[in-house]
């Protein structure tokens, strides 16, 4: 979001890995977590050894994550909004993607993901959320969305059972589509289920926030003044979307 908010909303990747490099190396550091994802050790074990910073992400057992889609949104939104062609924007996501978590099939459900977010930020009249959720499962994974939402007793006859609740795409992409089919109308309820779902609820969190919240178009403020960076948080989303005050 703060390289995109510097280029008035496009995004360029060269502007992006400098940012993401400084912040993570800065002394001291610029953040307080004490815990670093494997794409990160991967980058800049990478970097290190001297590869260009464009070509660092690691390939790994787990680089297949629901992690790698939790900076897509902010590229489609704020380049869709400005104009940008989906082809374009897809080609951007799936460029952005490959910095960290260089994968062929998660570039598949990636692609799926901005396409999803796209039909719902500009759908018709014509088209519900539960026919565009219905369609990306069934295309990216073969699933029939609808008929598991049914028959499924509890969260956990699908998050758990069905599918694993750890971080690879296999399970955490149609777990997050369940979710979010199955809550489309109650985001807070949605965000609840998934974190006492337990495994990766972080960035599942994240990709089915970002699904439900688009569809309901509010935001959760109980839920976000909570946070301890919340002034911060709010400063930059707003001057993403209009532009930083002269």
Not at 116 to 144: C, I, M, P, V, Y
Request: net charge negative; hydrophobic share 40%.
């Amino acid at each position: 979001m703060r390289s995109l908010r510097a280029t008035g909303g496009h995004y360029e990747k060269g502007l992006f890995l400098d940012d993401y490099i400084s912040f993570m190396t800065a002394d001291p550091p610029l953040h307080p977590d004490t815990y670093a994802e494997s794409y990160h050790r991967g980058f800049f074990a990478n970097l290190e050894s001297g590869k260009a910073k464009d070509r660092c992400g690691a390939v790994t057992h787990d680089t297949p994550s629901i992690g790698g889609l939790v900076t897509i949104a902010p590229i489609l939104f704020a380049e869709r909004l400005r104009g940008t062609s989906l082809d374009e924007v897809q080609s951007l996501c799936r460029e952005h993607l490959f910095l960290t978590h260089p994968d062929e099939g998660l570039a598949e459900v990636c692609a799926s993901y901005v396409e999803l977010l796209d039909g719902l930020l500009f759908r018709t009249e014509e088209q519900t959320a539960e026919a565009l959720l219905a369609r990306a499962a069934k295309n990216s994974t073969g699933l029939n969305l609808p008929a598991l939402v049914e028959k499924a007793r509890s969260d956990l006859d699908v998050v758990g059972s069905l599918f694993s609740p750890a971080c690879y795409i296999s399970g955490s992409w149609p777990s997050v589509l369940y979710l979010a089919y199955r809550y489309l109308e109650d985001p807070g309820q949605a965000l609840v289920a998934n974190t006492n779902l337990g495994g990766d609820n972080v960035h599942r969190g994240a990709v089915l926030g970002t699904i439900v919240g688009l569809v309901n178009g509010y935001t959760l403020d109980a839920f976000f003044a909570q946070l301890t960076d919340r002034d911060a948080i709010e400063t930059e989303i707003t001057e993403l979307l209009m532009g930083p005050e002269p």
